[in-house]
């Protein structure tokens, strides 16, 4: 039982981060229909960008207002990776519309090594570690000696995801900026007839989904502390891996997928082996797809002739 | 009158506007400002403790905004169109062109000449110039010589065509011969320490990817199939001839009761690997199929994505499983190939000795290289035979269109999984020959990164195009393995800089553009396999690709 509760309150820690990088990919496929294979490489860029500000913030300010440094490392995070997203859709993505459909994959799978090289040579190969910030715990019960906690890291986290989270669902289910975006996910031509810029809604909609990839790029750095250029890979596909479980598309389900997988992650580590905990991930999202192609939340794709 | 008037229209559209450009140039430095702020002008480096330290790169940061800058005021102002029509022109006429190789190739001698009067720097500037010059040259001169091919044999009329086709008949055996005389030549002219990069490093990679390429093809090009996981068969042919080779099958204790079963591998010696070739393609195919049974129902990105998965749970399963694979250290000792039975060692006995040569490492590299072109050719001829039979039509229709081809009675389960099964098993002779070559493997060999060039070598190609797939894996890993060559750029750019660093950069950034200016891949028509009364060329645009 405590076990579990510790697992628990990890595995929802790594899905929130999942989850966030989740709703990039599906908001994506939600409007271009293509895979965004970048996407995970742009959230290692994040965590990069997120670094960087720690530094440049840590030579001023000493210990007491960390809170503060974090809001000012996460802001700026979000917008420096916003740009990158940004320019990375204008360069790469935006001239190859209505081209055939394997083009923008391909395009973003040449995206993906570029930005991970580019960080390493830019940044160097080795690994990038801060110091440990809030590392202090509360011990919540304690069973038979055996101490189930939650780290102020893991409620920062847990915090900031759920506060952006709303502030996201906000801004799709209810502004005119959110209906435009589900709009041109119905239908990009109907769309533009009926008045919306579609260009700058694309646009608009690869912002966003880099804006909360960056969230999760700072909270990967604060919960693990360390960074290298090739660990936009592996969560990049574990996190397409929850959007598809979710149903990809679906914003609820992106979510959900994330913390479904970040919580079978962490129970597969604990009770099983984490050599294989990649291994599990990635057999789920084979399974999934085989047996329920569309997803816990998404809508069954009608072929038609 | 009117004439005149629109050639002044004309002229003032390509007046360059000075306020436009730099308005535009202007937003570029600033995007660029923004974009490389935090990643350029800032470096997190590592001080003596370990500890992270900042450091900041101002000139740097400035050098890349500048270039944003000028680079696109540059583009604002130069008459686009007008070179454009000029360049479509010069490609038209073989006179123009010649002399434009002509021009090179006289630059290039002189340029060579002042790196070998000169010292230093000016000398490496002048030598690496020199290179490029008489690459433009090549590239100048085979265009003018297509040029002057289509303008004295028009394709309008019946004769012409004929000429044409014969002529590309004659390309292709040109094409063979330098391929079987590549090595010999290269061992002629340079040695052997000379010789060997240019036949292994060149030679033997870049056909393994142009194998590999064709392999990909059969699922890719021909049935429609995405597969991102292509590497998982590349690895098991490559962990098949290893193990076999060293361990010899499994359940051997049990078959000794069956003396004819009885097969240990280890006391094949000198045959091992023409004997475990087969065998571990065939082991690949039955990967291929195990892999195409679940994804049966999956169609485009959603194919590709389970592929990736699949690649990926083979490297990990390597990685893991310690006993059987020995994890990241890997299997050494892979027994290497032999001259059908003689091996490549030296004294009695070897390669040299019977056929009374002297000694030479360089004997086995020839020799690999023969293998692996008899290896990349057989999946080319086959690949072509194959599209002939009826298998091979049912997997273009299939691409084409998966519901018309139940309404006519294919079955689509047999159609997808041989498409599988022969692509996974070119990959696993590909496999077991890159393991011989190595007698060394780890999963590092076989990450995603395998995967995702080797589909961009296929999909950059033009997928379906056999000879466009050859272009495109000679441009990117022969350019990327040109780029360990530029010692050069060392001088230009500072002792610490290492050219090979920036390999996966470009071929990335490679990757984009192409798609950007050829979304089709390079070679865009395609050359259907039956045809009605005479053979006709269509756009790539008529060929639905990737659909699923």
Known sequence: ?305 | MASEATQEATQDASRPDFARALRAAGFSGGIAFLLFLPLIAFLAAQNMRNELVLETRWPLFAVFVASAFFGRLIWELSPRERLKQQFAETLQSPIRLGTAAATLTIAMGALRIVARAGFGIESDVALALSYLFGTGAVVTAIGAAVAWVKSRYPATTESGRRRQSQIGVALRMVALGFLLAYPLVMFWFLGTQGSIKWIDNFGIQILIYVMLGWGLNIVVGLAGLLDLGYVAFYAVGAYSFALLAKNGLPFIAFASEYPFLTVDFYQLGPWAFWVLLPIAGVLASFWGILLGFPVLRLRGDYLAIVTLAFGEIIRLVLINWVDLTNGYAGISGVPRPTFFGIPFIEGEGGFAAYFGIPFNSIHRTIFLYYVILMLALLTAAMTIRLRRLPIGRAWEALREDEIACRALGINTVTTKLTAFAIGAMFGGFAGSFFAARQGFISPESFTFMESAVIVAIVVLGGMGSQIGVAIAAILMIGGTELMRELDVLKHIFGRDFDPTQYRMLLFGLGMVLIMIWKPRGLISTRSPSVFLKERKAVSGAHVREGHG
């Open chain 1, 1 to 305: 039982m405590e076990v579990f509760v510790q697992q628990l309150i990890n595995g929802i820690t790594l899905g929130s981060i999942y989850g966030l990088i989740a709703i990039g990919y599906t908001m994506v496929f939600g409007i271009l229909g293509m895979v965004n294979f970048a996407h995970g490489d742009v959230f290692m860029v994040s965590a990069f960008i997120a670094l960087i500000a720690f530094l440049i913030l840590s030579s001023w300010i000493d210990g007491g207002l960390i809170a503060l440094a974090l809001l000012i490392v996460l802001i700026a995070a979000m917008v420096f990776t916003s740009l990158v997203n940004w320019a990375i859709e204008r360069v790469a993505y935006r001239p190859l519309r209505g081209s055939f459909r394997l083009a923008p994959l391909i395009s973003a799978i040449g995206m993906s090594i570029f930005l991970m090289n580019f960080v390493q040579v830019a940044q160097g190969p080795r690994n990038k570690s801060i110091p440990p910030l809030f590392s202090d715990v509360i011990v919540l019960f304690t069973v038979d000696g055996y101490d189930v906690t939650i780290s102020y890291k893991q409620i920062v986290i847990w915090l900031v995801t759920g506060i952006l989270l709303l502030a996201f669902w906000y801004l799709v289910s209810k502004t005119a900026l959110g209906r435009a975006q589900r709009a041109c996910e119905q239908d990009q031509k109907m769309a533009a007839l009926l008045g919306i810029n579609v260009d700058r809604t694309i646009s608009i909609t690869f912002v966003i989904s880099a804006a909360l990839a960056a969230v999760a790029g700072t909270m990967y750095l604060v919960h693990y502390g360390v960074v290298s250029f090739a660990d936009g890979f592996t969560p990049g596909v574990k996190a397409f891996t929850a959007a598809v479980l979710g149903g990809i598309g679906s914003l609820p389900g992106a979510v959900i997928g994330g913390l479904a997988i970040g919580l079978i992650e962490t129970f597969w580590s604990a009770y099983f082996s984490t050599d294989y905990k990649d291994v599990a991930a990635f057999s789920i999202l084979v399974v999934v797809m085989i047996f329920l192609p569309q997803g816990l939340l998404g809508r069954p794709e009608v072929e038609k002739v």
